[in-house]
């Protein structure tokens, strides 16, 4: 049974379990997000405002309406969204990453020129200095894709468990640590929202208890 997290006339949001892609891949027979949740609510219409990668899970945020997909894609826009990532290191306690991203096939690259602007402001929350890691919460200024994780990789705190933005050749976890967490945004009916996924349980060894 999916985990609807909030659902009014117009905007539908789903907490999406790591594994699973959003959308339909090239292999019609593979399971997708957006397809058991259609088929789950028994919707004629159900659309993908945000996207998180395979491994990624948390807030998928849909709109219910065609007519309405404008504004639930300004809705999206002006929101503020968070996330969890368990990563190798100490990072600052406050820190910005700015780069310039360009799209690739399997992963994204930093360029000088030609790439798109993105911006995320991390919080570090948590530290295991004895064991080498820290759980931080980003936010994103900018939603480039795999923008969180290129950052922090190249920042030199790269996600427990992403197999693509490494140095390991044996990854730490069987999943890439990131966890589409919180999101604050206002409703079409003007009401200010906080909606939160709740946290997946392969975070729950580098959590200590009480933090959330």
């Not at 948390?58 to 368990?86: M, P, R, S, T």
């Not at 994204?108 to 995320?120: F, N």
């Not at 890439?176 to 909606?195: F, M, P, Q, R, T």
């Amino acid at each position: 049974m999916t985990q609807i997290l909030y659902r009014d006339e117009m905007i539908l949001i789903a907490n999406k379990p790591s594994g699973i892609p959003v959308h339909e891949t090239k292999d019609p027979k593979r399971e997708n997000f957006t397809g058991l949740l259609q088929k789950e609510l028994g919707l004629t219409y159900l659309r993908t405002a945000n996207r998180l990668d395979l491994e990624t899970s948390g807030l998928v945020v849909f709109g219910l309406k065609e007519e309405a997909n404008k504004e639930v894609d300004e809705i999206l826009k002006e929101a503020d969204k968070y996330y969890l990532a368990v990563v190798e290191g100490n990072p600052p306690y406050e820190f910005r990453i700015e780069s310039f991203l360009k799209d690739g096939n399997k992963q994204v690259t930093t360029v000088r020129s030609g790439g798109k602007k993105a911006i995320t402001e991390c919080k570090t929350i948590y530290r295991d200095v004895k064991k080498g890691y820290s759980v931080v919460y980003a936010r994103l200024v900018t939603g480039r894709r795999h923008q969180i994780r290129i950052h922090l990789f190249e920042k030199g705190f790269p996600i427990i468990g992403d197999k693509v933005y490494t140095n390991r050749k044996t990854p730490l976890a069987l999943r890439c640590l990131l966890h589409a967490y919180e999101l604050h945004y206002k409703n079409g009916k003007g009401e200010s929202l906080i909606v939160k996924a709740n946290i997946p349980k392969e975070f729950n060894e580098y959590l200590p208890r009480g933090i959330f």
